[in-house]
């Protein structure tokens, strides 16, 4: 299995790898939490950090996944990877679901300053996103170790899981590398980049983890592995490597193209909001100076002071004429109030005719304006107290002396007050944007000291005007603060809200103000972002498919391959199988005939010997007075002579029935047939002296008929050459030969010359003179033929008149 | 049932007249049949062809049945000889040169009721002779006869 093996082996690798770097990064993390530096693990200044409850989850999560895959023998580790599989589960169940059954874990705040933000979004929270995705890869992990691992369901949602995982953590690992984070600028904690980095690590380990046969790895392997050395092997790293380039070149394209999109949108609604802050201020300014100068006319037009004059003094008749004027004046100029005060601060006139509540700085801004040799302008403030909640009466009032000598220190003689309404064309200029948009704002601004006050109503929040007053110090990036500080231009930063906006920050001319006009940085990009969205998640599917669909090409391929392999087995089989049939029916003719002339040659080659040797006798028993001593002693020599010739038959007949005859195997108690053997021996010659020494419980397994007759030969034999001996001894026991057992029969007779043993176990073929021993040659032969035929050998060991030792093996058991 | 008759079925002629030699010299049997084949031998028992009209109850004592026979073998004479009602409890000992265990094992379930394997040495052969005639012809009680129905 080369290639299975190999992938094997690979796939280890990427879990030891994957699940090292994972846990690594977390671990820098933590790390940096401890000593109070958590940018370490931010990968980038304006990034969120992974939290440090994500960094324990995560080390948990590959610490776990690298025991149980580097020794998944080991119970200790099975039991490790179990336990941080689960209780990672449910801790990112319970980090996912606090948000919304409103609880905070302890470990959220763990480490994490409580202060600390980038942005608006506070640093050291576990992502919900994270948490959604940490919760699959512990569940993969979990599935992937036993017990669970044993059902065919868990071990096929293991790597589906883990496979999400890695989508979902690849999907904000791309986002970050598009320049483009997700979820930034929403009201979510974003997934932190070493976080997604260290996901999809994790993800990928686990999925590594399932083994070459889960579903997703499968397909990069084809077919069964371990047939056919010759199968061609497609190779999958080229069409692997083509898509990976297309997909990094597509990604890469695809994320120059939006950041170009990004960037003209941006210069698109940076163009607006400039021309919208340039144009409106350009409109405040005309709007103020047109309200100076009004002011202006009154105070250098002498007539109408000397009118103004003569009134408060008393010396005009009545003030029927200059009321008339002044409600002109009002009129004309959309004055809220014109009221004439004389020199003691008392209101003479007021067009209309009530005067409203002064505030309380009234009367400083009346004796300024009595000191002033010119107009006094107070800028927007609330005038009167209004209730809370609603918005207050706001104006901006031009104070006009009357009587005022050039040159000399005297306080003027009275005072013309203009009340402007800046609901009358103020705010709505501010307020009003030219084309539609969800988002966009003007704003005034003024600076008072340290703080920024906003002059109008806003958009985004109610009662505002004069009411919100941000301190300069802690709202430095404010953009209105910036504006208020004389920055010109076009800023990216986050308003009131905390809302990430593109403003357009300037001085307005010649008034205390300072213009804001600003979009939510949301509503410019929005569209890219969700375009991005699509195009990622169209993108994803596009390649998943892409290499599904290849694999199960691939493996399709290989199937077809694997099928045509197999119907040429089965072809050449089948041929093998009809070849061995005819050479088997051959055999079993051949088989018959020889059985058969057996048959015929134990039946009919007797016969006529029993003729030969009955006739002999009969010759001997009746013309016996007939024929000297030495015909009588002819005639012994032709019976025993054809007792021989029955002999040399029946042992021919064993030896061809031995090798032909069907094994029948069943355990064989080999000590009581060299008893009985002996007993046998012993019989035919009681007055032979031999001692038999039989080894007690010897058994095997084999054909005890043919057993027998390999014993009753040897045994035989050993009576036989053991009998010029007058104390003749025969042994038969076990011992061990290269470690198998080996039974052997041990004589201490004549032996022989072992220079012949080669020849020993032939047929036909005797050591010994036939005076002196007599036999026909054949027994050893057929010996040998019995052990063969049992698997296993037989040998000698002697030396002439040292005895002989016969050993023999059999088959080991099966 | 004839009580001394020896029904001899052995198609070699040697044997033949050695056995008859022998029990003669024995003094066991004057009288004995001999069939040379295995036709010849049911014929004879089942009183067809040649034998038409024996009497058929008139039986041997002894069959001695060669296995070798020409055209019908032993083992089918014995096969016919145990499937007549008339033959079946007729006592019939192989004697044969053959020592093939299948042969041993197939006469004894086809119901011979003895098996002698006919040595090469005739002094020993003659001697089995003597102890058969003894036994099947003096010690042992022939079975009853089958009466027709």
Known sequence: MPMGSHLEKTLRRVVAVCSLGAGALALLALVGWVFGNWKIGALGNNYVPMAPSTALM??????????????????????????????????????????????????????????????????????????????????????????????????????????????????????????????????????????????????????????????????????????????????????????????????????????????????TAEREVLTVADSKAAQIAEWWQERRTGARVILRTPMIQARLLQFLSGSAPAGRELLAWMEMQRELNNYRQVVLYDARGMPRLSAPAEVSTPSAAHNQHFQAALRAKDILTTDLHAYGEAARGEPSLVTLSLWIPLGVKPGTDAPAQGALRIENDPYQFLYPLIQSWPGSSRTAETLLVRREGDQVVYLNELRHRASTGLFLRLPIDRWRSLPAVLAAMGQVGVVEAEDYRHVPVLAAVRGVPSTPWFMVAKVDQEEVYAPYRRGAWMTMIVLLALVLTTTLGVGLLWRQRDNQWFREQQQADRRLNAELEERVKDRTIQLEASNRELEAFCYSVSHDLRAPLRGIDGWSMALLE????????????????????????????????????????????????????????????????????????????????????????????????????????????????????????????????????????????????????????????????????????????????????????????????? | ?????????????????????????????????????????????????????????????????????????????????????????????????????????????????????????????AQAMEYLGVYWLVLNEPPPKVSPC
């Not at chain 1, 996103?129 to 669970?148: F, G, K, Q, R």
């Not at chain 1, 025993?640 to 069907?662: E, F, K």
């Not at chain 1, 020993?760 to 057929?782: D, V």
């Open chain 1, 58 to 267: 995560l080390i948990l999560l590959s610490g776990g996944l690298f025991l149980h895959s580097r020794w998944p023998a080991s119970r200790a580790a099975r039991r490790l990877a179990f336990l941080a599989g689960s209780s990672v589960g449910s801790m990112s169940l319970l980090v996912w679901s606090q948000r919304f059954l409103g609880y905070q874990l302890p470990v959220e705040r763990w480490l994490a300053p409580a202060t600390a933000a980038v942005g608006a979004i506070p640093v050291g929270l576990t992502s919900p996103l994270t948490a959604l995705t940490v919760l699959p890869a512990a569940l993969a992990l979990l599935l992937e170790s036993p017990p669970l691992s044993r059902h065919r369901l868990c071990r096929w949602m293991a790597p589906t899981l883990a496979l999400g995982a890695f989508m979902a953590s690849l999907a904000v690992l791309l986002s970050y590398a598009a320049g483009f984070s997700l979820l930034y600028g929403s009201r979510t904690v974003p997934m932190a980049l070493p976080a997604a980095v260290s996901l999809v690590l994790l993800s990928c380990g686990i999925l590594a983890a399932a083994g070459p046969l889960a579903w997703p790895i499968i397909l990069l392997e084809a077919g069964p592995v371990d047939s056919a050395a010759s199968r061609p092997r497609w190779s999958m790293l080229g069409p692997l490597a083509l898509l990976l380039f297309l997909l990094l070149a597509t990604g890469i394209a695809g994320s120059f193209h939006l950041r170009q999109l990004i960037e003209s949108a941006r210069l």
């Open chain 1, 622 to 814: 009746d013309y016996r007075d007939k024929l000297d001593e030495q015909g009588c002693r002819f005639l012994e020599r032709v019976r025993s002579d054809t007792q021989r010739m029955g002999r040399l038959i029946d042992d021919l007949l064993l030896l061809s029935r031995v090798a032909r005859g069907q094994i029948q195997r069943s355990r064989v108690d080999l000590t009581a047939i060299a008893q009985s053997v002996a007993a046998r021996l012993q019989e035919a010659e009681p007055e032979r002296r031999v001692e038999f020494a039989t080894q007690a419980g010897l058994a095997a397994q084999g054909d005890a008929r043919l057993l027998e007759i390999v014993l009753s030969n040897l045994l035989g034999n050993a009576w036989k050459f053991s009998g010029t001996r007058p104390l003749a001894r025969v042994e038969f026991g076990q011992t061990n030969v290269d470690g198998r057992p080996a039974y052997f029969v041990r004589d201490n007779g004549v032996g022989f010359d072992m220079t012949y043993a080669q020849k020993l176990f032939g047929a036909f073929q005797r050591m010994h003179k036939a005076s002196e021993f007599p036999g026909t040659g054949i027994g050893l032969a057929t010996v040998r033929r019995v052990i063969h035929r049992h698997g296993g050998r037989v040998w000698a060991e002697t030396q002439v008149d040292q005895g002989a030792t016969f050993y023999f093996t059999l088959e080991e058991e099966v």
């Open chain 2, 1 to 125: 049932m004839n009580s001394r008759l020896i029904f001899l079925v052995e198609d070699n002629l040697s044997d033949v007249e050695l056995t008859k030699r022998a029990l003669k010299r024995r003094h066991i049997s004057n009288t004995m049949l001999v069939a040379e084949d295995g036709k010849e031998a049911l014929d004879y028992l089942f009183a067809t062809g040649a034998h038409a009209g024996r009497d058929l109850t008139d039986l041997p004592a002894l069959v001695l049945l060669d296995l070798k026979l020409p055209r019908l073998d032993g083992l089918e004479v014995l096969r016919r000889i145990r499937a007549d009602p008339q033959t079946k409890r007729l006592p019939v000992v192989i004697l044969t040169s053959s020592n093939e265990e299948r042969d041993l094992a197939e006469s004894y379930d086809l119901g011979a009721n003895s098996f002698i394997r006919k040595s090469i040495d005739f002094a020993q052969f």
